[in-house]
């Protein structure tokens, strides 16, 4: 199985901070790497496909970078709402494998 | 607007059964893949199981392998996972998720315990 070590596990930043959460994946998988975010209580959000794709009604302040085995979301100025936990996932082969998380809390 | 509905969670003892539904609108749910991920209590998601739009393609995880089975009724939108066999290890919040995980369902809890 591809293992997903995804970083830091816990961060605390400030409105208006560039935020950036890091995923690394065991073995190649090319692009085929998902970004969620999940509030308390809510199902998981969509973020960003295939590494760099922004979904749908996503705002633009999100984006996502890398390919092979490393990849990086970035928040470009943290905003309230976006206190949740982040996950990334591959699904370049199966069984299809996810981070462990991000908490991201506003200081 | 894209809707995914879990139902059929509750409390189970160990080594009964359970079957879960996932009532599916706001797309042609005939065309897409589907998936079961859970999630157990303070620990990361796992993929489950996954179907194909047709119902050719089947994976499961080794976890579940031999006592879960993924179907989904076209007709009805609706996509299931009958658990059999179930363990305390196959408590966890279990969601029905579109595709490659785009849309995701709000999820319902499994608890196997006696």
């Known amino acids: 199985d591809i293992q997903m070590t995804q970083s830091p596990s816990f961060l605390s930043a400030s409105v208006g901070d560039r935020v950036t959460i890091n995923c690394k994946a065991s073995q190649n998988i090319n692009r085929y790497l998902n970004w969620y975010q999940q509030k308390l209580g809510e199902a998981p959000k969509l973020l960003i496909y295939n590494a760099n794709s922004l979904q749908t009604g996503i705002p633009s302040r999100f984006s996502g970078s890398g390919s092979g085995t490393d990849f990086t979301l970035t928040i470009s100025s943290l905003q309230p709402e976006d206190v949740a936990t982040y996950f990334c996932?591959?699904?370049?082969?199966?069984?299809?494998?996810f981070g462990a998380g991000t908490k991201l809390e506003l200081k | 607007e894209v809707q995914l509905v879990e139902s059929g969670g509750g409390l189970v003892q160990p080594g009964r059964s359970l079957k879960l539904s996932c009532l599916a609108s706001g797309f042609t749910f005939s065309n897409y893949g589907m998936n079961w991920i859970r999630q157990a209590p303070g620990k990361g998601l796992e993929w489950v199981a996954s179907?194909?739009?047709?119902?050719?393609?089947?994976y499961y995880a080794d976890t579940v392998k031999g006592r879960f089975t993924i179907s989904r009724d076209n007709a009805k939108n609706t996509l299931y996972l009958q658990m059999t066999s179930l363990r305390s290890e196959d408590t966890a919040l279990y969601y029905c998720?579109?595709?490659?995980?785009?849309?995701w369902g709000q999820g319902v809890m499994v608890t196997v315990s006696s």
């Open positions: 179907i194909s739009s047709s119902s050719s393609y089947i």
């Open positions: 998720a579109r595709r490659t995980a785009d849309y």
């Open positions: 996932l591959q699904h370049n082969s199966w069984p299809h494998t």
